[in-house]
T-cell receptor, first 113, second 115 residues
Framework: KAGVTQTPRYLIKTRGQQVTLSCSPI?????VSWYQQTPGQGLQFLFE???????NKGNFPGRFSGRQFSNSRSEMNVSTLELGDSALYLC????????????FGAGSRLTVL | AQSVSQHNHHVILSEAASLELGCNYS??????LFWYVQYPGQHLQLLLK??????LVKGIKGFEAEFIKSKFSFNLRKPSVQWSDTAEYFC?????????????FGQGTTLQVKP
């Protein structure tokens, strides 16, 4: 089985721009979650999508948004980028009919200049 | 505030030494507990998990963890570490009613094993 695939792996943006990150979950997994990883704050939950619906949201401003498509692929968007948004953004998928265990992708490393 | 705490931020051990990494959480009710590991340059990988049943769970690569409900703890152990265990270790909790995808992570412990 292919793992969780995230694109792009690396990107550089400037303040004020927006960015869209993509995640393809493991085939058959319907839950996709997003996390932000930074040296200072560690791993923080952004949101979870299941069957195209956001069913859980972390404590991030409205500039952070996401969506899920009918094939379970997910995107997250960050608008009006700030320097503090520089981070590794991780996507994880889960087979909610089974072990409820998250499988993580390699992440998208965003640098905001 | 509800949280997950890992006691050690940076641990340095020699090969063959025993390892114990502490993890405490502050959620009441039934929680699912996990340890994830991030080897240098690699994905976060599941080391082991506890959902219910035997509080002593075994994971990959010789790791085990013990759930002590009365202490809200889920400590990770390994009797004899190897150089290849050098990595960052994260304790995580799936809080009550948190749905599958919401994990609350501890700050992580960097383990350095000296050959």
């Amino acid at each position: 089985k292919a793992g969780v695939t995230q694109t792009p792996r690396y990107l550089i943006k400037t303040r004020g721009q927006q960015v869209t990150l993509s995640c393809s979950p493991i085939s058959g997994h319907r839950s996709v979650s997003w996390y932000q990883q930074t040296p200072g704050q560690g791993l923080q939950f952004l949101f979870e999508y299941f069957s195209e619906t956001q069913r859980n949201k972390g404590n991030f401003p409205g500039r952070f948004s996401g969506r899920q498509f009918s094939n379970s692929r997910s995107e997250m968007n960050v608008s009006t980028l700030e320097l503090g948004d520089s981070a590794l953004y991780l996507c994880a998928s889960a087979d909610v009919s089974g072990a409820n265990v998250l499988t993580f992708g390699a992440g998208s490393r965003l640098t905001v200049l | 505030a509800q949280s997950v705490s890992q006691h050690n931020h940076h641990v340095i051990l020699s090969e063959a030494a025993s390892l114990e990494l502490g993890c405490n959480y502050s959620y009441g009710g039934t929680v699912n507990l996990f340890w994830y590991v991030q080897y240098p340059g690699q994905h976060l990988q599941l080391l082991l998990k506890y959902f219910s049943g035997d509080p002593l769970v075994k994971g990959i690569k010789g790791f085990e963890a013990e759930f002590i409900k009365s202490k809200f703890s889920f400590n990770l152990r390994k009797p004899s570490v190897q150089w290849s265990d050098t990595a960052e270790y994260f304790c995580a909790v799936n809080p009550p009613s948190g749905n599958t995808g919401k994990l609350i992570f501890g700050q992580g412990t960097t383990l350095q094993v000296k050959p």
